[in-house]
């Protein structure tokens, strides 16, 4: 970083503006001269940056490379005809603070408009739009900022940012008292507009610092809430810089350095994006991250990459800029719209609370007695209508976090509090939400300090792992809480019936808490999970019990998305796994909640549906017994008996489709659900003669899912066909079965839109059919192609192709498991390559996990039998080079 004195030093000025005057007096073409003064400053600024220049002084060059172009412009084209006119920068660039692309926002005070002024002002802006500069301005008397900033405290707000660059400073000097907090806007109204405005801010990004593409203006945090403190500051106290606040007694000179070190990093991130794109980008997006992390010097570890490095940088500064700007909101409002004077309400010998918040009783308190820095967010579960901490005991549990050590965390008191607050009826997930704001989490359970601010750079995980892990926890509260019933019943009911619903927090707190350390962050996690719950009492049981979900908490997912649920096989081996029904009990809703806390655009109804179905299958097959598992004969009469009853409320007796049901395989019937069997044979008869090519399509039969039903003669590549029609439409297949009949197939594909969201439209619906009953009837394959392109994110990363090919002897087929970069058109390569090698697919099991596609396909060759060794060589090699990916254009 250049030193102190460098950057004291005067520099030459990155900009002539004599030569830029000479140009706008001479024969040389001005805006060429422009353009190439800007972009020759703007190569030095960079330069300046990536030798680590103090991003303040960069900042502050770029406003002053633009005062000059400014200046220069506006005394050539427009001063003359304004000489009573003040030039004014606003906002950001008001303040001094410029960035290579930022907004530069300008206010021409002036005393009347006439048509000379609108002639002079619009030469100016045309130039400055030639020479590429992106300018907003607005041209106003001193009455008309007096009424906008009235009815508009957006445009205050701007106004208060204000600097003057040309003019006498006639009427800009009276525009501080005409836009004053006496005439309008006062401290109260000023703070409670603000307030709402950064709430609405807030919830557009989801009230969460931790979306893995943050913008770091607008996301909690980010540069907006420092700029909220500066604003709140200046309306009430009349201060200009943060500094400022200190003598003021709202920071120290300790929480100063937090600010200004996190603005500093944020400017520096934010002036390298526009470095990047060349353009206005204050969005980390997935494409700019790597790059960005290079071009500062972060460089990849053992266990964590240098993209994974800025970015938990990047969240632990705005985790730390958050629990700042509540701190001083709250300090703002106490000064601005609180009872000074009100009473104190005890709340035991250490705690009050005065106008809605929890303070300690004296300064001393953590420092006599350190289990008040957990006993506070016990008070909180206790006492609902607390509205939060006030701001001088948020900052008294900031200073004393030393006294969080292993002696602390050694304390059996501690222990009881730390388990009292899971227990709590009430509060939990906002208490533990705090808990880890305030950086007292972390410190309680190291492990998870080490996670707090880690993402993970993939598409799949949508926050970092600590702000995952409490949506996890989040999730578990609301199926614990009967109001909540109606978001997911079954989940609901399961976790109300637990007696110790604070195992499944635990467990929720735990199961990823070892990642990033290399090795399997299941098995890690177990052992930190045991010892923690050993330490605090809890009995041996239980204690392997939250083991075992941390260790496990990937086991019903994976068996749900992967395996063949219609194989009876593969429910009692997950049965046996789980063991008994208090074990699947608390893996089901751990699972569960574990899906919808990892990336709100992966769960669906169609994961609901398997979740559903693997928990009840199982919960069958335990209370019948893992040593005794259903016949297969037996398994096949229950659901012909099922579907017989369907058929019969439908008015279909057994003569008129008993032609159709021999024709049924025992595989057949093995495979698919009684809903579907019906639906099946209503399809087949009503289609007519054997051999038709029917296509039917069902919003029903599965819940939350679109059904397409094909039946094909033998010889349609069928699955072919219908990959390309439905990939397409954009439609993502989660399931698909190929069953062969006598000379024939029935294939069945489980459909949802690309975004996840069920098809229920009665015109999407018919336009499936129709396209699909158009490819499958259509010869030749010149017509079948898919030419979506994959999605900006996927495009950023390249996955490798991996295929592996094994025996399943039980069921006498192969299968073949696929991992590959997700992408429009994945499957219909597939099926391409199935058929070049005479492969016949009779189950695929598709999942997508972020950018990566993770499918599993059931095959044999064309006697229905198992692939041989030279088969399943020829077939790998063919996978893995047909689907390599090619390089992006």
């Known amino acids: 970083m250049a030193s102190a004195s460098e950057q004291l030093t005067p520099r030459t000025p990155l900009i002539d503006r004599a030569a830029l005057e000479q ?74 603070e410029l960035h290579p692309q930022s907004d530069i926002d300008l206010l ?117 809430d420092i700029q909220m403190i500066g604003w709140l500051a200046q309306r009430h106290l009349g201060t200009r810089t943060l500094a400022e606040l200190v003598p003021h007694k709202f920071l120290t000179d300790g929480q100063l350095r937090i600010l200004t070190t996190g603005r500093a990093f944020l400017w520096r991130i934010r002036f390298g994006l526009h470095l990047l794109t060349g353009r206005r980008e204050d969005r980390l997006l997935f494409d700019h991250q790597v790059k960005l992390a290079q071009m500062l010097g972060y460089e990849d570890a053992s266990f964590t990459l240098a993209v994974e490095q800025l970015m938990q940088r990047y969240y632990r500064t705005v985790m730390e800029l958050s629990r700042l700007n509540e701190m001083l909101l709250q300090l703002f409002e106490e000064a601005i719209l609180l009872d000074k004077d009100a009473p104190p309400v005890p709340l035991g010998p250490r705690f009050q609370s005065r106008n809605g918040y929890l303070e300690v009783t004296d300064d001393q308190v953590f420092a006599r007695d350190p ?29 004393h976090l030393w006294l969080i050590d292993e002696e602390f965390r050694q304390n059996p008191r501690h222990h009881r509090l730390f388990l009292d607050i899971l227990r709590a009826p009430q509060g939990v997930t906002r208490t533990l939400k705090r808990m880890n704001t305030y950086g007292v989490l972390g410190l309680y359970i190291p492990a998870f300090g080490r996670i707090v ?43 109300q019936r637990l007696e110790k619903p604070e195992i499944a927090y635990l467990a929720g707190l735990f199961h990823d808490i070892a990642k990033g350390r290399g090795g399997d962050h299941s098995e890690l996690g177990s052992v930190d999970a045991e010892a923690f719950c050993l330490e605090h009492g809890m009995s041996r049981y239980d204690a392997r019990l939250v083991a075992w979900l941390v260790q496990s908490h990937l086991l019903l997912s994976l068996t749900a998305q992967k395996k063949d649920l219609n194989d009876p096989k593969v429910v009692v081996e997950f049965a046996r796994k789980v063991g008994d029904q208090t074990h699947l009990d608390f893996l089901y809703v751990l699972t569960v909640a574990d899906v919808r806390g990892t990336n709100p655009k992966i769960w669906n109804s169609w994961k609901d549906s398997l979740f559903s179905e693997l928990y009840q299958s199982t919960r069958r097959a335990l209370r019948r017994g893992v040593s005794n598992p259903i016949d297969k004969e037996e398994f096949i009469k229950g659901r012909q008996a099922q579907a017989e009853r369907l058929l019969s409320q439908a008015g279909m007796a057994r003569p008129s489709y008993e032609t159709i049901w ?11 659900r009684p809903e579907e069997i019906a639906w099946h044979t209503r399809v087949l008869a009503e289609s007519g003669s ?62 949802l839109e690309s975004d996840g969201s069920t098809i229920t439209e009665r015109r999407r619906l018919d336009e499936i059919r129709h396209r699909l009953l158009k490819a499958v009837t259509a010869g030749g394959e010149q017509a079948l192609k898919v030419t979506r392109r994959a999605p900006r994110q996927v495009r950023m990363f390249s996955t490798p192709v991996q295929i592996t090919i094994s025996p399943d002897g039980l069921n006498a087929r192969t299968i073949v498991e696929l991992v590959a970069g997700d992408r429009p058109g994945l499957l219909f390569q597939v099926a391409k390559i199935f058929d070049q090698e005479h492969v ?50």
Request: aromatic share 8%; charged share 25%.
């Open 371 to 399: 289990s008040a820095l957990l006993e506070i967010f016990l008070h909180l579960e206790q006492n609902l209508d607390l509205r939060g901490v006030n701001a001088r005991t948020i900052a008294l549990v900031k200073q």
């Open 662 to 672: 021999t024709g049924f395989t025992e595989e057949y019937f093995l495979r698919h």
């Open 840 to 889: 016949a697919l009779q189950n695929a099991k598709i999942m997508t996990v972020g950018e990566r596609a993770e499918d599993v396909f059931f095959v044999t060759n064309a006697a229905r039998q198992p692939l041989d060794d030279a088969t399943c060589e020829r077939l790998g090699k063919s996978l893995r080079e047909g689907l390599a990916e090619q390089p992006s254009a």
């Open 453 to 495: 601010g880690r993402m993970q750079y993939d598409l799949f995980h949508a926050y970092t792992v600590d702000a995952h892990t409490l949506f996890v926890v989040e999730n578990l509260r609301r199926f614990a809480l009967p109001r909540f019933d109606n978001e997911f019943p079954s989940c609901s009911t399961v976790m």
């Open 108 to 224: 021409v005070l002036i005393e009347n408009a006439t048509n000379k002024t609108d002639e002079a002002i619009g030469r100016f802006l045309t130039f400055l739009w030639d020479i590429g500069l992106e300018v907003g301005h607005s041209v106003r008397t001193l009455d008309d900022c007096e009424g906008q900033a009235r009815g508009d405290v957006t445009v205050l707000t701007t106004l208060m940012e204000t600097r003057l660059l040309h003019g006498s400073g006639r009427l800009f000097a009276k525009l501080p008292a005409r836009i004053g907090a006496d005439r309008m806007w006062d401290s109260a109204a000023f703070f409670h507009a603000k307030i709402e405005e950064q709430r609405a801010r807030h919830a557009r990004y989801h009230d969460t610092a931790y979306n893995l593409e943050p913008n770091v203006k607008g996301s909690p945090g980010g540069l907006r």
């Open 23 to 96: 140009a706008l007096r001479g024969d040389v073409t001005a805006v060429k001269a422009f353009r190439e003064a800007l972009k020759a400053a703007g190569e030095r600024l960079g330069e300046r940056f990536k030798r680590n220049e103090a991003i303040e002084t960069l900042v502050a060059a770029r406003a002053l490379v633009v005062d000059d172009v400014i200046l220069a412009s506006w005394i050539h084209f427009a001063a003359g005809a304004l000489d009573s006119a003040d030039l004014v920068a606003v906002g950001g660039y008001g303040r001094g």
């Open 690 to 751: 054997p051999g038709t090519i029917t296509v039917d399509v069902n919003d029903v039969v599965v819940p939350g899912l679109a059904s397409v039903a094909v039946a094909s003669p033998e010889g349609t590549r069928s699955f072919m066909r219908a990959t390309a029609v439905l990939d397409e439409l954009g439609l993502t297949i989660v399931d698909a079965r190929i069953v062969p009949l006598a000379k024939s197939s029935l294939d069945t594909y489980c459909v």
